[in-house]
């Protein structure tokens, strides 16, 4: 079933808004199924490590600066191709670009805080899974 999970992240401009439990709202109504999800507050090293792709962009710092900046909501959802159907859920980055009705289209207030993360490819969405929540069996502070 794994490439039937995605990894969303309520990120810390949409907690600060008061706005997680209706993004939360629309994600059940739109068929996904919220198999886990914590709040927390990433620590720069953690959010350093999840975002070490973008480490030479020029955003690096700013990224990591906000997604520390208060509590994040992870999760995982599943749902047939759930990578794919939640990313056109929400849009894209630029919420300007983003059509109509998709979350960042409706909330989010600029490319940088752009209130949710979602998975870009099956195989990213594993392992994203496995950042937050652990492998089978491993917790994931263990890793």
């Known amino acids: 079933m794994t490439n039937n999970r995605t ?3 309520l990120k810390p401009d949409c907690v600060r808004r008061c706005l997680t439990g209706e993004v939360l709202r629309r994600i059940e109504i739109a068929g996904f199924k919220i198999c886990a999800l914590q709040m927390q507050q990433l620590t720069s090293k953690h959010a350093e490590g999840f ?3 973008h480490r030479e962009r020029p955003f690096f710092r700013d990224l990591i600066d906000f997604m520390t900046s208060g509590p994040c909501v992870p999760m995982v959802l599943e749902k047939e191709d759930a990578v794919g ?3 056109t859920f929400i849009g894209a980055t630029d919420p300007e670009q983003a059509d109509k009705g998709t979350i960042r ?3 989010a207030d600029s490319k940088a805080e752009n ?3 979602g998975s870009d490819s099956p195989e990213n969405a594993q392992k994203e899974i496995a950042y937050f929540f652990g492998e089978p069996g491993i917790p994931a502070d263990a890793k």
Do not use: K, P, Q
């Open 7 to 9: 990894l969303a992240i």
């Open 51 to 53: 975002y070490e792709v």
């Open 85 to 87: 159907r939640f990313r």
């Open 105 to 107: 289209r409706l909330f």
């Open 115 to 117: 209130i949710v993360h």
